[in-house]
């Protein structure tokens, strides 16, 4: 794993035509849970085997210079839309991606709210349905993310990806149409509780569901809010595409090792 993720980074090096001594640090980004601090992994959802790995000394090591600085995908995310996206300025917005999985981060204050133990902004696992038939992964039933993720989108069709969930359901199909609308409300009810709980003035949304079908996922959310938020938080914020787009992650590692490495970046330690 380390050292597939320093061979890669070797390659990038080589072909900006640096080299290792040109570079002052490094930012990888990885799914959660996580501790920022001390760059180790502590368990993954959805990657077995992965237990208390130190991640960031790893790839430090093999890489042989730069200090690495580890954080979770979402907020590598977050901290790239705050710093060089759609949240620029702002300091009280949310960044979801709704993508495989459904993921997020939150900022408040001006603050990246991190919670006891690092997990907070894990937006996917807010419970929207009390359907205790849709299983999420993480061993509760009813979470975002088990209606509106691409993975559980397809597999509850019974395909490969969600984006033939969505052509079947434009097509007339009927049953991938109610897949699609019960994932819209659950995103619907998702936006609204932000709205409500956390007053943000934007919610940035990236993914690549929300990237190819932002009529399924913005605008129901843009809606809900519209129709059935608090009215003044409801008045007060914005639902936007991410400006980053799949490359928000990396973009906004980068920018988290360049302030970590100065000793700033202290909005969202
Ligand atoms: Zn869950």
Known sequence: MAGALVASASAAIGASGASL??????????????????????ITQNIAGFKDVPLAAMVESR?????????????MAAIGEGLAGAAKRARDFVYLTVSTGVGGAIVSGGRMVRG??????????????????????CGSFGCVEAYAAGRNLAEAYGV??????????????????????????ALSNLAVGIVNALNPE????????????????????RRAIAERAFKVPGAAVQ??????????????????ARDRASGGGQWFL
Not at 202 to 221: F, Q
């Open 160 to 185: 490969e990806d969600a984006s033939i969930v969505y052509a079947k359901a434009a097509a007339g199909d009927a049953r991938a149409a109610a897949l699609i609308a019960r994932a819209e409300l």
């Open 239 to 256: 639902v936007v595409p991410s400006a980053l787009g799949g490359d928000v992650s990396i973009v906004g590692s980068a920018l988290a």
């Open 116 to 137: 006891a133990s690092n997990t907070a902004g894990e937006l996917g696992h807010f419970p929207v349905g009390f359907d205790r038939d849709v299983r999420c992964r």
């Open 21 to 42: 001594a040109d570079i002052a640090a490094a930012g990888l980004s990885a799914p959660g849970p996580l501790d920022h601090q001390t760059g180790v992994i502590l």
């Open 63 to 75: 890489l042989g210079g730069p200090k690495v600085f580890l954080d979770r995908d979402t907020v």
């Open 202 to 221: 934007r919610i940035v949304v990236g993914g690549s569901v929300a990237e190819h079908e932002p009529g399924h996922v913005l605008e129901p959310m």
